[in-house]
């Protein structure tokens, strides 16, 4: 018999992950979606996107215990038959870069409907990401004017951050480096603690749990994205740096400096720039919301600024080798935004498939070994999708490492050589032996020039 019902709101990354690592290990959950596709997928143990062993553990609790989840399309059902309901609806960019908190305000509606009619107490867990102020503000006050209670007294409000990589989602659930709990109030987040102690058990002896304030706990996110959208950013800086002169290589660089005990290497690799659904959204969030209360972060757009300049880079280093690229094939060599997932939001193929169609560049060819068929939602006819590598490869002029996949690193020169009309070779993600490549092929690495 489960000790604990939960109920959460909304079924993307976050939230599906959760709910499958959570029911995975006893504990009743009802996810809840308004897709009545996407609830039927999850109902018969389907992923209704891929993310690294999702569909595994969503095949074991529907062999196992299918009764442990469940989803809904009924939000204030899920809410009335649980203790616990967790919000992780996303939160958009608005066109003028700030959050929106429409999917937020909406779900806080349906509980507070819910708790309108539940006189047991209950505890609403933000777990999306959200500007300070969020929780108690919106989500709070919402909850309130529409049940008639009072939070602290007939309903608890916490806000935990999320800090999940896509690609790694399942473990990063699993096994967290950290949990922050926010709380209006002690009760509050002494709920959530006793859960999260049950949940993962002896994994808090290497796992610490930080209490804070509500507005804390939001800000936590931002800072944890912000930081490492900065470090990206700064090794491209660097990267670029180390292109000027002959004999750098960054990637030697960056070592050494992450190496550094105050530092560490992680998110310190050079590369075509960052992207997904976090980083560019939470960075123009809390960029635009600071600027709202009458600070500028001048920072923050040199982040975004550096990341978007690298699209332009990569194609200008494959104009470098190749010259003029419109009227040749250009291949494109992973869509996705990283590896292990099909996830296209942000990608930074999308801003060099842009770069190129702006130099006239109209026979590009791409190639992900997951993120195909999102990829020709997210950019339509804009190029063509190859169902391999060697296709994708075929009469090529130009190639483009794009996303680290794999099957990519496994790739040689003569590989290149082989198939393409002509191999040249840019390296956006520094996955090559540099001396190897530059002596069999036309080629070229962020980060590095010829040795002289």
């Known amino acids: 018999m489960y000790k604990y019902s939960i109920s959460i709101l909304g079924t993307g990354f976050i939230g599906l992950c959760s709910a499958a690592c959570f029911s995975n290990k006893d504990v009743k959950v009802l996810a809840s979606t308004h897709n009545e596709n996407k609830a039927k997928m999850i109902n018969d143990g389907k992923a209704p996107f891929f993310e ?63 708790l309108k009619i539940k006189d047991k107490y209950h505890l609403v867990v933000v777990r999306s990401t959200v500007v300070p102020g969020t929780t108690r503000n919106l989500v709070g006050k919402i909850i309130t004017e529409v049940s008639g209670k009072e939070p602290g007294k007939d309903f608890g409000l916490s806000m935990q951050p999320e800090f999940l990589a896509e690609g790694r989602s399942i473990e990063d659930t699993l096994h967290p480096d950290r949990i922050v709990i926010g709380g209006i109030d002690n ?108 600070y500028t972060s001048r920072l923050l757009e040199a982040v975004l600024d550096i990341n978007d300049d690298q699209a332009i880079h990569i194609v200008d280093m494959a104009e470098e080798l190749a010259g003029k690229l419109a009227g040749k094939k250009i291949t494109l060599l992973g869509l996705a935004f990283k590896p292990g997932t099909d996830d296209m939001r942000e990608a930074a193929s999308i801003r060099v498939v842009n770069e190129l169609l702006k130099r006239n560049v109209t026979d590009i060819v791409g190639y992900d070994p997951k993120a195909n068929e ?15 590598i060697t296709e994708a490869l075929k009469d090529s002029e130009c190639a483009l490492i794009i996303t680290e996949w794999d099957e990519f690193k496994e790739l040689k020169p003569e590989d290149f050589i082989k198939h393409m009309k002509t191999a040249n070779l840019v390296d956006g993600r520094r996955i090559y032996d540099y001396g190897k490549f530059i002596e069999k092929l036309s080629f070229r690495a962020i980060g590095r020039t010829a040795l002289k």
């Open 52 to 114: 690294a062993n999702l569909q595994e553990i969503m095949e074991e609790v529907k062999k196992n215990n299918p009764e442990l989840l469940q989803c809904l399309t009924d939000p204030v059902k899920a809410v009335l038959e649980t203790d616990i309901s967790m919000i992780t609806q996303g939160t958009p960019m608005r066109n003028d870069k700030s959050i929106d908190l429409s999917f937020i305000e909406s779900t806080a509606r349906e509980i507070g409907e819910a």
């Open 374 to 388: 999102t990829a020709e939602v997210e950019m339509g006819k804009k190029i063509k999708y190859a169902k391999s």
């Open 187 to 294: 009760k509050s987040g002494d709920m959530l603690q006793e859960f999260y102690e049950y949940f993962y058990g002896d994994h808090l002896q290497i796992c610490p749990i930080l209490r804070m304030n509500l507005e804390s706990a939001e800000l936590v996110k931002y800072g944890n994205n912000c930081l490492l959208s900065t470090k990206i950013s700064y090794a491209n800086e660097f990267a670029n740096f180390a292109e000027l002169v002959p004999n750098i290589d960054i990637a030697q660089v960056m070592k050494g400096v992450g190496l550094d005990y105050r530092l560490n290497s992680r998110f310190l690799n050079a590369g075509v720039g960052f992207g997904g659904s976090c980083f560019h959204k939470d960075v123009n969030a809390i960029k635009a919301w600071s600027k709202s209360k009458g």
